[in-house]
T-cell receptor, first 115, second 114 residues
Framework: SAVISQKPSRDICQRGTSLTIQCQVD?????MFWYRQQPGQSLTLIAT?????????ESGFVIDKFPISRPNLTFSTLTVSNMSPEDSSIYLC????????????FGPGTRLTVL | AQKITQTQPGMFVQEKEAVTLDCTYD???????LFWYKQPSSGEMIFLIY????DQQNATEGRYSLNFQKARKSANLVISASQLGDSAMYFC???????????WGAGTKLIIKP
């Protein structure tokens, strides 16, 4: 199974600032995903990070607010821009492993608090 | 309409007892996969078990097994001999093969009592 690391693990930020979250995978993967989990909620997909092209955003999420980079098959970043308290969430990076089973693994998450 | 339903918002179970967490799903795609994840208070999402729609046998991984009843569109997670460390949120999810997205249930908060 893929091993995924995320940095930072948590942060407390001021309103109006931006935070970039890094996701590193120990193997090359085609599909990387970014999710948001608001307090007490289930996961919501923000976007699919594509290597060599623009990310594909889900309804309700826009590139200006959540710019994503995917420079290679093992790394991606998500930036949360111009933050407000409503952005306080856990942000999770995920990869799909189409090996023997079609599994999907998650990084440890970044717990963001915006004051 | 809800595609994944977890009807138990919370459960209390005595340590060492078996636990069944309910999950029902709705899809018209004949090819799909079902997932269970554990999320402790630390926030990480831990993959537990996977069941493909064409798998003949119920999936098992250590103390975890998936009770797959295809006709009833049910994919319950069974944890045998529960431990204090099993206390966490548990999420059921589905991926239809016509769609790359995981569809999530609302989760069940499991608390194991000593």
């Amino acid at each position: 199974s893929a091993v995924i690391s995320q940095k930072p693990s948590r942060d407390i930020c001021q309103r109006g600032t931006s935070l970039t979250i890094q996701c590193q995978v120990d193997s090359q993967v085609t599909m990387m995903f970014w999710y948001r989990q608001q307090p007490g909620q289930s996961l919501t997909l923000i976007a699919t990070a594509n290597q060599g092209s623009e990310a594909t955003y889900e309804s309700g999420f826009v590139i200006d607010k959540f710019p994503i980079s995917r420079p290679n098959l093992t790394f991606s970043t998500l930036t949360v821009s111009n933050m407000s308290p409503e952005d306080s969430s856990i942000y999770l990076c995920s990869v799909r492993d189409r090996g023997t089973q079609d599994e999907q693994f998650f990084g440890p998450g970044t717990r963001l608090t915006v004051l | 309409a809800q595609k994944i339903t977890q009807t138990q918002p919370g459960m209390f179970v005595q340590e060492k007892e078996a636990v069944t967490l309910d999950c029902t799903y709705d899809t018209s795609d004949p090819s799909y996969g079902l997932f269970w994840y554990k999320q402790p208070s630390s926030g990480e999402m831990i993959f537990l078990i996977y069941q493909g729609s064409y798998d003949q046998q119920n999936a098992t991984e250590g103390r975890y097994s998936l009770n797959f009843q295809k006709a009833r569109k049910s994919a319950n997670l069974v944890i045998s001999a529960s431990q204090l460390g099993d206390s966490a949120m548990y999420f059921c999810a589905m991926r239809e093969y016509s769609n790359y997205q995981l569809i999530w249930g609302a989760g069940t908060k499991l608390i194991i009592k000593p």
